[in-house]
């Protein structure tokens, strides 16, 4: 069974550095392109950013370029969010999810949708 | 960055009752949308993917169509568990976008 496990999350004040852990398990990690995606409470759902399987590309949103930074450790199955800067308007749950993706041989290629999910962690910004 | 609308925002329907959810795109992502469904506190799931495919172990009343624009998530006959926020998403482009949500209330 694919699980997908944050932690990390938690009150922080406007400007300071929160990292986010995302623990995978149930599938073969390193093959998979991996998301992060936020969701202010009761509102919709933002992508934030993504890496791909052997963590040689990353891509962000425009509101979270040169904050945030993707990572992931494949030898620990598990993928990373350091967010520095941080502001009131990044309070949200955020989630990490599994891209659908596929591989031919070696190279593994992001589709850019999500079949699985982790629970969500909550990030407060706030004096 | 593609912005994604839905409507209704709010649909208040009854077990049993056929629904229709739209989303609109706003500039062509040919098939490349998929649709989740997301329960209060709980992260979403893929419902359908590139516009039309049915995941594996989504109940068959759960329908999507569309191309280009325009696409619908329509469920056939509402069960008590559908009750819930479904949310469209393109992957047209590599800064994937949501629309704002669906809400589907019990009426």
């Known amino acids: 069974e694919v699980q997908l496990v944050e932690s990390g999350g938690g009150l922080v004040r406007p400007g300071g550095s929160l990292r986010l852990s995302c623990a995978a398990s149930g599938f073969t990690f390193s093959r998979y392109w991996m998301h992060w995606v936020r969701q202010v409470p009761g509102k919709g759902l933002l992508w934030v950013s993504r890496i791909n399987s052997d963590a040689t590309s990353a891509g962000y949103a425009d509101s979270v370029k040169g904050r945030f930074t993707i990572s992931r450790d494949n030898a620990r199955d598990t993928l990373y969010l350091q967010m520095n800067s941080l502001r009131a308007e990044d309070t949200a749950v955020y989630f990490c999810a599994r891209d659908v993706g596929n591989c031919f041989g070696d190279r593994c290629y992001g589709d850019y949708y999500f079949d699985s999910w982790g629970q969500g962690i909550l990030v407060t910004v706030s004096s | 960055d593609i912005q994604m609308t839905q409507s209704p925002s709010t649909l208040s329907a009854s077990v049993g009752d056929r629904v229709t959810i739209t989303c609109r795109a706003s500039?062509?992502?040919?098939?490349?949308l998929a649709w989740y469904k997301q329960k209060p506190g709980k992260a979403p799931t893929l419902v359908i993917s590139k516009a039309s495919h049915l995941e594996s172990g989504v109940p068959s009343r759960f329908s999507g169509s569309g191309s280009g624009t325009e696409f619908t998530l329509t469920i056939s006959s509402l069960h008590p568990d559908d009750f819930a926020i479904y949310h469209c998403?393109?992957?047209?482009?590599?800064?994937?976008?949501f629309g704002q949500g669906t809400k589907v209330e019990i009426k």
């Open positions: 500039q062509s992502i040919s098939t490349w």
């Open positions: 998403q393109q992957y047209h482009s590599y800064s994937p976008t």
